[in-house]
């Protein structure tokens, strides 16, 4: 802790500690009547002092008998013993300590420093406290848990690092009117972190801001201005299932419910579903899943087991214009798409849609146009999707190459159309 | 000899007298609960030297033995006293113990705000003594030789005169962990002659 060149001066900022009962008398020193024994005073004691600053000290022995001299005293900070040369006798009574350049404190209840006798017995101690002050909290962010609660994060200024304990004060107001209330449910998901429980007013903007005090001063975070409606998030989807399509060897069925803590609250929802081969660590993400509750999963490897989860962003509260904040994500749910010898290509990635949804992919979509085309102008009243996962189904069982061939079912030659339905080109 | 079951007359002939089952199950489970916290007190202490930095907890640091009022060391001569008065003195000792506990957890919770486990230890700590204490009473109760009156609750902080520093502060804290050590030490030690087929 000490070093050679000289700092600039020791700020001392002391703070009377509390007094502690009386039946835990003692103060360290108090003399023992008829010991002979002697005791000291070191002063200053238990300053605050800033990184780089200097420190004198001395170290002043009484006693009985009277005349305690303070030749053979020694100090020693945090157990090691201070080289000779940085003390020196002031009369013969006191020694005098020099200490320069201080580091930061290696505990937060104070480096020991300590006055001995000649047998080494302790005379006396003091604390010190060597550290900076607090620099600004910054990068608050904040959320609300279906508009019940809310809860903000804060990184400290100078990454936390101030050798001193440093207590954070999330501070809060409604923004045009009412008072400063101060959070209380510290720590909660993370350091540097506090939960408001209840009583937040919705359509009306807070300011919030972070206060870091310490020994040596205090800073204040930039205030951040929001709206609960503004900062929403939610449960993930509950009841999420995975499931086979029929015998597709190269897809997965997922569905789920709609978080039912916002249901009232009219609001549309994203959801993101993600899913990995078991044994991977690569997520794929299917991010453009809007307002429905169910996916299909299309281009899977046969004969694998996949975990699948999903998760909720709530937007458009109460006519919010903005995103609401992404919820966890659910619990992973298994499934394992049909074996079969041929190997499928590589994950697509895509949301295919389940029977009679909407299409997402190209192929499908062309499909879904002729489709209609075709129940329009032919009065093919019994196509579906359905009816064409079957053909796939069919065809994959097969091992057939897809060839040519004439359909005739149910469905009526329309003027124009095409005699001859052609899958391969579906 | 007094054959009544349960009189700690004679220590000696302890291990002879056949004990009630229900009293021998009391005795050994305030036994083993004097043993479990035997060990707590000592995680405690490392614990605590631990956030005092050095030299707390350093071989051979030897902070003055600093008189805490109410309470004090076992005696050399503890291990001599009839197992009655052993036990009087043990249960004596784990009534001062609380608030005392109390007081060194305050004052860390200052010096330590965030040091958790050692606060948790300190609070458990003054739980502990009191459970132990009440169960030496009732062995005591139930062997026919009562714990001594209580005594008067010592002056709150209101009325303290003595303002300590830190360092000072920190002395006191370990000087009253380890006297929490030495007498639920000393207490296992003192229930463990009175177990059946325990030493003598």
């Known amino acids: 802790m000490p070093a050679g060149r000289p700092g600039p001066a020791a700020q001392c900022a002391r703070r009377p500690p509390p007094p502690l009962p009386l039946l835990l008398f003692c103060v360290l020193g108090a003399p023992r009547a008829g010991s002979g024994s002697h005791t000291a005073v070191i002063s200053p004691q238990d300053p605050t002092l800033l990184i780089g600053s200097s420190l004198q000290a001395t170290c002043s022995v009484h006693g009985d008998p009277p005349g305690a001299t303070a030749e053979g005293l020694y100090w020693t900070l945090n157990g090691r013993r201070l080289p000779p040369e940085l003390s020196r006798v002031l009369n013969a009574s006191t020694l005098a300590l020099a200490l320069a350049n201080l580091n930061g404190s290696r505990q937060q209840s104070g480096d020991n420093l300590v006055c001995h006798a000649r047998d080494g017995s302790i005379l006396a101690g003091s604390c010190l406290?060597?550290?900076?002050?607090?620099?600004?909290?910054?990068?608050?962010?904040?959320?609300?848990?279906?508009?019940?609660?809310?809860?903000?994060?804060?990184?400290?200024?100078?990454?936390?690092?101030?050798?001193?304990?440093?207590?954070?004060?999330?501070?809060?107001?409604?923004?045009?009117?009412?008072?400063?209330?101060?959070?209380?449910?510290?720590?909660?998901?993370?350091?540097?972190?506090?939960?408001?429980?209840?009583?937040?007013?919705?359509?009306?903007?807070?300011?919030?801001?972070?206060?870091?005090?310490?020994?040596?001063?205090?800073?204040?975070?930039?205030?951040?201005?929001?709206?609960?409606?503004?900062?929403?998030?939610?449960?993930?989807?509950?009841?999420?299932?995975?499931?086979?399509?029929?015998?597709?060897?190269?897809?997965?069925?997922?569905?789920?419910?709609?978080?039912?803590?916002?249901?009232?609250?009219?609001?549309?929802?994203?959801?993101?579903?993600?899913?990995?081969?078991?044994?991977?660590?690569?997520?794929?993400?299917?991010?453009?899943?809007?307002?429905?509750?169910?996916?299909?999963?299309?281009?899977?490897?046969?004969?694998?087991?996949?975990?699948?989860?999903?998760?909720?962003?709530?937007?458009?509260?109460?006519?919010?214009?903005?995103?609401?904040?992404?919820?966890?994500?659910?619990?992973?749910?298994?499934?394992?798409?049909?074996?079969?010898?041929?190997?499928?290509?590589?994950?697509?990635?895509?949301?295919?849609?389940?029977?009679?949804?909407?299409?997402?992919?190209?192929?499908?979509?062309?499909?879904?146009?002729?489709?209609?085309?075709?129940?329009?102008?032919?009065?093919?009243?019994?196509?579906?999707?359905?009816?064409?996962?079957?053909?796939?189904?069919?065809?994959?069982?097969?091992?057939?190459?897809?060839?040519?061939?004439?359909?005739?079912?149910?469905?009526?030659?329309?003027?124009?159309?095409?005699?001859?339905?052609?899958?391969?080109?579906? | 000899m007094s054959r009544r079951e349960g009189s700690l007359e004679d220590p000696q002939a302890d291990s002879s007298v056949s004990l009630l089952p229900h009293l021998e199950a009391k005795i050994r489970q305030t036994h083993s609960l004097a043993h479990l916290l035997t060990k707590y007190a000592e995680q405690l202490l490392q614990e605590y030297v631990q956030h005092q930095g050095d030299p707390f907890g350093l071989p051979g640091f030897s902070p003055p033995r600093l008189p805490v009022a109410g309470l004090s060391s076992p005696t050399p001569t503890h291990a001599a006293l009839p197992v009655a008065e052993r036990l009087r003195l043990d249960a004596a000792a784990l009534a001062a113990l609380p608030p005392l506990l109390d007081a060194v957890s305050r004052r860390q919770a200052e010096l330590n705000p965030r040091a958790p486990r050692l606060l948790r230890r300190l609070e458990d700590a003054a739980r502990q003594a009191r459970a132990l204490g009440a169960a030496v009473e009732a062995v005591l109760a139930a062997l026919g030789a009562p714990a001594r009156e209580p005594r008067p609750e010592p002056p709150t902080a209101a009325t303290a005169t003595v303002a300590a520093g830190v360092f000072p502060a920190k002395v006191l804290g370990l000087r009253v962990c380890g006297l929490y050590r030495e007498w639920v030490s000393r207490t296992e030690g003192d229930l463990g002659q009175l177990v059946p087929g325990g030493p003598a």
């Open chain 1, 129 to 426: 406290y060597v550290g900076l002050p607090p620099e600004k909290p910054f990068n608050i962010s904040c959320w609300s848990k279906n508009m019940k609660d809310l809860t903000c994060r804060w990184t400290p200024g100078a990454h936390g690092e101030t050798f001193l304990h440093t207590n954070y004060s999330l501070k809060y107001k409604l923004r045009w009117y009412g008072q400063d209330n101060t959070c209380e449910e510290y720590h909660t998901v993370g350091p540097h972190s506090c939960h408001i429980p209840k009583d937040l007013a919705l359509f009306t903007p807070y300011e919030i801001w972070v206060e870091a005090t310490n020994r040596l001063g205090s800073a204040r975070s930039d205030v951040l201005t929001l709206d609960i409606l503004d900062v929403v998030t939610t449960d993930p989807p509950p009841d999420v299932h995975v499931s086979r399509v029929g015998g597709l060897e190269d897809q997965l069925s997922v569905r789920w419910v709609s978080p039912p803590a916002l249901k009232d609250f009219l609001f549309q929802a994203k959801y993101q579903i993600r899913y990995r081969v078991e044994d991977s660590v690569d997520w794929k993400v299917v991010d453009d899943v809007s307002n429905q509750t169910s996916c299909r999963l299309a281009g899977l490897k046969p004969g694998t087991v996949y975990f699948v989860q999903v998760r909720c962003n709530p937007f458009g509260i109460y006519g919010s214009k903005k995103a609401g904040i992404w919820s966890e994500w659910s619990h992973p749910t298994a499934a394992s798409t049909p074996r079969s010898a041929e190997r499928a290509g590589p994950g697509g990635g895509a949301c295919e849609p389940r029977s009679g949804e909407p299409s997402s992919g190209p192929v499908r979509r062309e499909l879904k146009q002729f489709l209609g085309w075709l129940k329009k102008h032919a009065y093919c009243s019994n196509l579906s999707f359905r009816l064409y996962d079957q053909w796939r189904a069919w065809m994959q069982k097969s091992h057939k190459t897809r060839n040519q061939h004439r359909t005739r079912g149910s469905c009526p030659r329309a003027d124009g159309a095409r005699r001859e339905v052609l899958p391969d080109k579906l």
